[in-house]
């Protein structure tokens, strides 16, 4: 029986990790995506954990230093989400999209499904007005 329980133990992380790299692939080509069409010279930090942060904020138009508050436990975790939703705003505002889907990311429970959808329309939907 502890065979067992092992077994689906296992392959239930094994999946959890596939859904998890499936996101981040998802969003971190997004996200490249985004960046090469504002013309970011180093799109590809969007595959480098942490730089990927760094690489919003400075398309936000904030200097990419700031995640290190990311060393500061809590207070500094909050400001960089703050920062990330005024950088996200001003991004989608950029690429022609309403600044307040960036507002998604701090929904409970669907906030993350929900940016990463707005995300994936600033990416590949090209808007006109």
């Known amino acids: ?3 067992v329980i092992s077994a689906i133990t296992a392959i239930g992380l094994l999946f959890a990790l596939e859904i998890i790299l499936a996101f981040y692939v998802y969003f971190a080509l997004a996200w490249s995506t ?3 069409k504002l013309k ?3 799109s590809w930090l969007a595959w480098i954990p942490f730089a990927n942060l760094a690489m919003i904020l400075q398309l936000g ?3 990419w230093a700031l995640i290190f508050l990311l060393l500061i436990p809590i207070v ?3 400001a960089i989400l703050v920062l990330l939703i005024i950088a996200s705003w001003r991004i989608f505002e950029k690429r022609k999209y309403p600044g307040w889907f960036s507002l998604s990311m701090v929904i409970p ?3 993350g499904i929900l940016y ?3 995300i994936g329309f ?3 939907k090209d808007k006109r007005r």
């Open 1 to 3: 029986m502890d065979e």
């Open 34 to 36: 985004i960046a090469k």
């Open 40 to 42: 970011y010279k180093r």
């Open 61 to 63: 138009g904030f200097h």
């Open 76 to 78: 500094g975790w909050i």
């Open 109 to 111: 429970q669907v906030g």
């Open 116 to 118: 990463l959808i707005a």
């Open 122 to 124: 600033v990416a590949w």
